[in-house]
């Protein structure tokens, strides 16, 4: 669930098509996402051999170690995009303010944390215009863990 009063509307980051937007002013470590419907979890294998394969890769999120969910239903959360310079940090299933962000902003994480190791999105980076290519579980949580002691520190 998205915390703070947010809307949907037209990415800034270009070919993004929508994003999710801050409808107030937020502190930098306040928490933008929390998990609030985690059904079932499963591993990219078991994604990959799904029927519905197609719809189900690009609506899936690494939640721990090699544990993904999948959102066929796309809810809000799903209009977070991606950027190597985000203004949320996805850490565990939760998405934090990386920074003080105004209203109006766009919430955007590196998707490289919510990929599998290895694992490549089917589009570039928008700004950079390199892969975008999940890090392995120990190198996101040692990313995250660190950037998130960095904020709670003030």
Do not use: K
Not at 42 to 48: D, G, P, T, V, Y
Not at 86 to 100: K, N
Not at 113 to 125: A, I, S, T
């Amino acid at each position: 669930m998205i915390l703070p009063r947010y809307r949907i509307d037209a990415s800034t980051i270009p070919g993004a098509g929508q994003g999710v937007f801050l409808a107030e002013p937020i502190a930098a470590g306040r928490v933008l996402v929390a998990p609030d419907n985690i059904p079932s979890v499963f591993s990219l294998q078991e994604i990959e051999h799904r029927p519905d394969r197609d719809a189900a890769l690009p609506a899936s999120v690494r939640w721990f170690e090699d544990r993904f969910t999948v959102s066929l239903d796309w809810p809000d959360e799903c209009y977070i995009n991606h950027d190597f310079e985000p203004t949320g940090l996805w850490h565990l299933g939760f998405v934090f303010a990386a920074r003080d962000l105004a209203e109006g902003e766009e919430v955007t994480v590196d998707y490289r944390h919510l990929l599998g190791e290895g694992q490549r999105e089917e589009f570039l980076d928008a700004r950079s215009g390199e892969p975008i290519i999940g890090w392995s579980w120990a190198e996101s949580l040692r990313r995250s863990s660190h950037e998130l002691a960095r904020l709670s520190a003030g």
